[in-house]
């Protein structure tokens, strides 16, 4: 799987970004999705994911301003950013696990995930 993403920018604080994700490959709908981001001088840090069945799940510090989707059809996942701050500045990568409609396994550590995209900057203007 190969994974592509984009949508990333230099926006306000405040403002909005819609990053996503494309992705390689006739099995999209069997892997689970995720975002993580890296901030200059930090640990790369989970931010949400959504499952084949489509659950999602976000970090603390992000629930309620993003939301995590994905199209089958296009083999795409998103992730829509609304109220954005400053500290939201960082690489966003987009990864996949393993697919094969897996079950069980935890969707906020990195370790879940084998393909990863090359990651899109984003960066919050206060």
């Known amino acids: 799987v190969q994974l592509q993403a984009s949508g990333g920018g230099l926006v306000q604080a405040g403002g909005s970004l819609r990053l996503s994700c494309a992705a390689s490959?006739?099995?999209?709908?069997?892997?689970?999705m995720a975002w993580f981001r890296q901030a200059p001088g930090k640990e790369r840090e989970f931010v949400s994911a959504i499952s084949w069945t489509i659950g999602t799940f976000y970090a603390d510090s992000v629930k309620g301003r993003f939301t995590i989707s994905r199209d089958n059809a296009k083999n795409t996942v998103y992730l829509q950013m609304n109220s954005l701050k400053p500290e939201d500045t960082a690489v966003y990568y987009c990864a996949a696990d393993r697919g094969l409609y897996s079950s069980g396994i935890d969707y906020y550590t990195e370790g879940s995930y084998v393909y990863w995209g090359q990651g899109t900057q984003v960066t919050v203007s206060s």
């Open positions: 490959g006739r099995t999209f709908r069997s892997y689970a």
